[in-house]
């Protein structure tokens, strides 16, 4: 069984840093992409970042561009999301996903399921002003 488990999850302060990471077990992902969603109270499920299953391709969000970035270490089945700059409107359960087609790596921005077929149970940040 396919599991994504997210941790790194917070309270941080406007201004601050975060380090989301989720690990993948039940299979491995090196040649399947990756990607960070989140939802904040009362809204609709976000595009945050996307990495290939490369690691040499990401996009990310126009509001997270410059201040977010997105990693992944094939050897250990994970990917990481290094959250900087951090605002209040960043406040959100952060959540992982996979792909389930390899060697794919297309936009992930249409809801409801951004093309990605692996969902972990996320993982809640706050930014407190």
């Known amino acids: 069984q396919v599991q994504l488990v997210e941790s790194g999850g917070g309270l941080v302060q406007v201004g601050g840093s975060l380090r989301l990471s989720c690990a993948a077990f039940?299979?491995?992902?090196?040649?399947?992409?990756m990607g960070w969603f989140r939802q904040a109270p009362g809204k609709e499920r976000e595009f945050v970042a996307a990495?290939?299953?490369?690691?040499?391709?990401?996009n990310y969000a126009d509001p997270v561009k410059g201040r977010f970035f997105i990693s992944r270490d094939k050897a250990r089945n994970t990917v990481s999301l290094q959250m900087s700059s951090l605002k209040p409107e960043d406040t959100a359960v952060y959540y992982c996903?996979?792909?389930?087609?390899?060697?794919?790596?297309?936009?992930?921005?249409?809801?409801?399921?951004?093309?990605?077929?692996?969902w972990g149970k996320g993982t809640l940040v706050t930014v407190s002003s």
């Open positions: 996903a996979a792909e389930s087609r390899p060697y794919t790596f297309v936009s992930y921005i249409t809801p409801p399921h951004y093309g990605m077929d692996y």
């Open positions: 039940g299979r491995t992902f090196s040649n399947y992409s």
């Open positions: 990495i290939s299953w490369r690691g040499g391709s990401t």
